[in-house]
């Protein structure tokens, strides 16, 4: 059973959203997705500065047996990509939701009404569909 | 039946175990329509005393000329351990290392080859071989897209002096991937790539600059200006190198003031034998940095459940069987058993033999150079120093010329014609350290006999 | 368990070496003609080791392997059968040994009618029209094949068909190849009975359809029973059909993929025709097809011209997909090949596909027998089969990957483990007709063995092997600690 955080959003691809107080909003993956991984060992995370559309692939999370792309939840320019993940990636599968963060980025004119997340409870429903 | 093990009790044993009456029944999922009553083409079984003379007889009837042919594929001595060992059941026998612990003979020895290559080249890192020489150009130039960030072209550069077959397979593999290789042209007096033809790229996006030394005519090309050349404008390295030459020649990893990004090469003169041309094995390496554009496989080193070190495969997770279509490449192999004999050469040669036999190889193409030119008619295409092939130009067609050395028992170079035809009558020739003075000299005379028969016709 | 072997490096001294195998020094003046600027600085750090240490050291090393020669080794798709040592013996014929790839053909009409005589031989089992031997590997020849596949296209003015259709089992090579190619890959489902799913196929093809990649039997290790409606539906939709041949052995010379509807197809003669595995390569992967697509074929090929045998190259097919190898690819392999076909002649290729099958049938029989669990039960099994340990994993929390530990500790190699994804806690198991019936046995004894110890003392399955030269190794730290070259300070 995994974790699943009533105060996020999600994608169907695993993502989760947390905006923040000055706006920006704050991006990851799932407790699902990490334990699918598997003990992550590489991390690829976006530039400052990079502007991406919604669905983008624009991160790359690799574990022994799988590497899997992150797809932007919403179209944005990223703020930042989480240091801390170059050196410790494995920080993703201890704490997904919290020192686990992918990126940040300020969100594109009505990019988050367009990306139309999932709830929590959608989300839920998702991974009882597929199993999980 | 050859190599079937089975008795008639066993195959009656094993029906009745699977509950068939026969063998045909297990096919019987099989439509009736698609089952292949006889195979044309495929003649009666031979026993191993049949083949085994008519393999002797056909390869007598090749025979072993005495060969001054170089062109991308090199006669080195190989010592008898190499393939004594490299052929023992427990290494030819084996399977690709998935089950790390029940092949740590073959992980440690391809850690091991990939430190000998990474030092060879002067790169930091190095995998574990690709089918040859010209696909790991090919490869090199896919990793230079995915690598080059600033660049968005895809647009290689490619000089006319890099092997013309090289060139070929690069295009044959890459091009559907939207790679574009644009030719650079040398200089026929000198027969080296000039660093003022770069000059029409100045200002442009190009993705990688490939450099072959020695180049395809033997000849020396000016590394460091063509590298820092192309790191100025943010356009990356990629060398195409020949692995003995590496015992005397600058190696990539110290090309321009920081050295190539990727660097690839045929492998086979490291104690692989000519065979007709394969199998072979391709050398890559890279910078840390870019190790996960490489492709093909790495081992690394690790510690196992007791805190032991061991040997394993790893960044699999790049490569076809997890990534699928994402992979960095499609390759599944690596030229193992042609790394497991390189591996062993390099331990014997060790860096001392290595340096002699690469002088040897120099040393025997000028001699042989020096002998050619005193027959009439034969001069020296291109001034400037070359590393164990050089080009010579003779005063008539060179086919006929080679035929009648052919009869001869001599193989004389290779005819650049079909390649280089703004040559005239252009004539490859390499000579290594396998040649004594006695087979100079007979080249030497019947070349002089040749030219002079040709002539009085 | 064997003492740990050192580093080849850590053997060196300066100045040893095995000087009788090097030539005598040309002198310094030999190489006055170098430029400085060109020349190493210092000389490449190789070992610097004796002849008799160097021989101990890999023979030693080769001692840590399982190989065929020593091993049981039921790896699925893989076919581990007996590598025949005449096959290296005539292969291996200093004449053929000697031969300068470019040397011309008059010196090696012994060579070229050995390569003429094995491109009919492939021929004849596949029911192709035309076959080339350059491609260097299965996977390079996947390659070869869909780069035909495009180029048949291409020619005929039909640019937009750039989609490859895939099950979704097939192996990662496959999309892979797609993507080499410039293609877009479309996956389509397996139904429950392990066949393509024919409904998804046809809502799958259209005018952007350039081929399907199809292997049969197919990962699963059944047989396609649809694939003659699968070979018209994407025919019809002007599309061709791609033979990924690494499951020829389960019908070598009972049915031709030629006859199955296939427009192109690569073997690997490291399987099918029993070229070494070599602990990873070198492989073969000769390409067939049919009439349509030999303009395209790559190059250089075998021909007769009614006298002698020549290469066709460039300006005999200038439509070829061009050269894909520098030479005429893995010689030494193909000669292998070779020799193989004719120790078996027309009946051994029969007898292949034959013994197989009631190997891989009779192992499966049998381990059912013993309590395992088909993942395809109500299926023949083809070449191979796959076990599906999923209740273990459930019930008594032990794995394929623990069974597949643990078979190493009582001496058989372990089948392929997780692959095809589709089927959980898989092992996909291929005997081979070159196992006799008795090592069969044994090895449902040993899957037994641990079935119980599963049972009645799990950590023991767990934490396998245990008489290995490792234990299990960490790979995670692999990839995360990446120590890819030895330096002095990397010893502990």
Redesign the interface.
């Known amino acids: 059973m995994s974790n699943v955080p009533a105060d996020l959003k999600y994608t169907k691809s695993h993502e989760w959203v947390r905006t923040l107080a000055d706006g920006t909003v704050e991006i990851g993956i799932t407790d699902h997705a990490q334990h699918a991984l ?2 992550l ?2 991390v690829e995370v976006p530039e400052a500065g990079r502007v991406v559309k919604q669905d983008e692939p624009c991160a790359v999370v ?6 899997s ?1 992150v797809y932007a939840p919403l179209a944005g320019e990223i703020t930042a990509g989480n240091p801390k993940l170059a050196d410790v ?2 920080t993703i599968n201890s704490d997904p939701y919290g020192e686990g963060w992918l990126m940040r980025m300020r969100p594109a004119a009505g990019a988050v009404a367009a990306a139309e997340l999932l709830s929590a409870a959608d989300y839920q429903n998702v991974l009882a569909a597929e199993g999980g | 039946m050859a190599f079937i093990p089975h008795t008639e009790a066993d195959v009656a044993a094993m029906l009745a175990a699977i509950g068939a009456r026969g063998i045909e029944d297990l096919f019987e999922e099989i439509p009736k329509s698609l089952r292949a009553s006889t195979l044309a083409g495929v003649p009666p079984a031979l026993n191993e005393m049949e083949i085994g003379r008519l393999m002797s007889e056909r390869a007598a009837q090749d025979g072993t000329p005495l060969s001054f042919i170089g062109a991308g594929a090199y006669e080195h001595h190989i010592p008898a351990a190499v393939w004594a060992i490299a052929t023992r059941g427990e290494f030819y026998s084996a399977y690709t290392p998935y089950q790390a612990e029940a092949s740590q003979g073959t992980l440690q020895l391809i850690y091991e080859f990939q430190t000998m290559i990474a030092r060879l080249t002067g790169m930091e890192v190095a995998n574990a071989s690709m089918y040859d020489g010209a696909s790991a150009t090919a490869e090199a130039a896919l990793m230079a897209v995915r690598a080059n960030r600033r660049s968005k072209s895809a647009r290689i550069l490619v000089p006319a002096t890099l092997h013309p077959h090289y060139r070929r397979v690069a295009v044959a593999m890459a091009s559907n991937q939207g790679l574009r290789f644009e030719e650079l042209p040398y200089c026929t007096v000198e027969g080296v790539t000039l660093p003022a033809s770069l000059g029409k790229y100045a200002g442009e996006d190009v993705t990688a600059l490939l450099i072959q030394q020695p180049n395809f005519f033997g000849r020396l090309e000016d590394v460091d200006a063509l590298t820092d050349w192309a790191h100025e404008r943010g356009i990356l390295v990629i060398a195409v190198v020949n692995p003995t030459s590496l015992a005397l020649l600058k190696p990539p990893g110290e090309w321009g003031s920081r050295g190539a990004d990727i660097a690839v090469g045929e492998g086979q003169p490291l104690g692989v034998p000519l065979s007709s041309g394969g199998p072979y094995f391709g050398i890559m390496t890279t910078r840390m940095e870019y190790v996960r554009q490489m492709p093909g496989r790495i081992v690394g080193r690790t510690l196992d459940a007791a805190g032991r070190e061991g040997f394993t495969l790893t960044l699999q997770a790049r490569e076809q069987h997890i990534r699928r279509a994402k992979a960095t490449s499609n390759i599944c192999t690596n030229q193992g058993l042609a790394v497991t004999a390189a591996t062993i050469y390099l331990s014997l040669m060790g860096r001392l033999g290595l340096e002699r036999t690469a002088a040897a190889a120099h040393a025997r193409t000028r001699e042989l150079v020096t002998a050619l030119t005193r027959t009439p008619g034969v001069r020296l295409a291109f001034s400037g120093p070359c590393f164990h092939e050089a080009v010579l130009l003779l005063d008539r067609p060179v086919a006929p010329v080679l035929k009648a050395l052919a009869a001869r028992g001599i193989l004389g170079g290779l005819d650049l014609a079909p390649y280089y035809p703004e040559l005239g009558a252009a004539l490859l020739v390499c000579a290594t350290e396998t040649k004594t003075a006695a087979d100079l000299e007979r080249y030497r005379a019947s070349l002089s006999e040749a030219m002079q028969a040709a002539r009085a016709a | 368990m064997p003492t740990p072997e050192k580093v080849i490096f850590e053997y060196s001294h300066a100045g040893r070496g095995a000087s009788d195998q090097w030539p005598h020094d040309p002198g310094t003046a030999a190489l006055a003609d170098l430029p400085a600027k060109l020349r190493r600085g210092h000389a490449p750090e190789l070992p610097e080791v004796g002849e008799l240490e160097v021989v101990r050291h890999f023979t030693r090393l080769s001692q840590l392997n399982f190989s065929i020669d020593t091993h049981f080794y039921p790896l699925g798709s893989c076919t581990m059968k007996y590598n025949p040592k005449a096959c290296n013996q005539y292969a291996m014929l200093p004449q053929f040994l000697a031969r300068h790839p470019l040397a011309p053909e008059s010196h090696g009409q012994g060579f070229l009618a050995c390569m003429y005589e094995l491109q009919e031989m492939l021929k004849g089992v596949t029911g192709m029209q035309g076959v080339a031997l350059s491609p260097m590997a299965g996977a390079h020849g996947e390659f070869a094949g869909v780069a035909m596949i495009r180029a048949y296209h291409r020619a005929r003015g039909d640019l937009k068909r750039n989609e490859i259709i895939v099950p979704e089992a097939a192996h990662g090579t496959n999309p892979a190849t797609a993507t080499m190619c410039g293609c877009v890959v479309r996956e389509i489902p397996v139904n429950s009975s392990g066949d393509v799913d024919l409904a998804a196929l046809k809502a799958a093809v259209g005018p952007n359809t350039a081929g399907i990649m199809l292997t049969n039997p197919s990962t699963l290790g059944v047989f396609e029973r649809g694939i003659e409606e699968v070979a018209r539906v994407v025919h019809e939709a002007g599309g061709l059909l791609y033979y990924d041949g690494a499951n020829l052995n389960a019908i070598l010379g009972k049915v031709r993929p030629g006859d199955m509807g296939f427009d192109c197809l690569h073997m690997n003669l490291h399987k099918t025709f029993s070229t070494p595995h070599g602990g990873g390569g070198p492989g073969a992967g000769a390409v067939g097809v049919a009439a349509r697509l030999m303009p395209f074929l790559p190059i250089p090929i075998v021909g007769w011209s009614g006298e002698r045998y020549r290469w066709l190259a460039e300006s005999d097919l200038p439509q070829s997909i061009g050269r894909v190898s520098a030479f005429m690819g893995n010689a030494g392999v193909l000669l292998r090949a070779y020799i193989y076909m004719r120790l078996l002649g027309h009946d051994g290729m029969r007898a292949v596909g034959e013994y197989a099958t009631l190997n891989a049938n009779y192992l499966l029989k049998r381990l059912q027998s013993a309590g395992f669990e088909a993942a395809y039960p109500e299926r023949r099994a083809s070449h191979e089969f796959i076990v599906t340990l999923k209740r273990q994993a459930r019930e008594l929390n032990v794995t394929a990957m623990d069974f597949a530990k643990r078979l190493l500790d009582l001496g058989f190699h372990a089948p392929t483990t997780y692959f095809p994804l589709l089927v959980p806690e898989c092992l996909l198991i291929e005997p081979t007709e070159t196992e006799s019936k008795d090592v069969l046995d044994a090895f449902v004894a040993a899957m037994s063995q641990i079935q119980q110890e599963a049972q009645q003392e799990p950590e023991r399955v767990r934490s396998a092997p245990h008489t290995m030269p490792v234990r299990r190794l960490n790979d995670v730290r692999a990839a995360r600690h990446l120590d890819l070259t030895w330096t002095p300070t990397t010893q502990r």
């Open positions: 598997g003990d060992v590489f690799e574990s022994v047996k799988a590497a792309d990636p494995e």
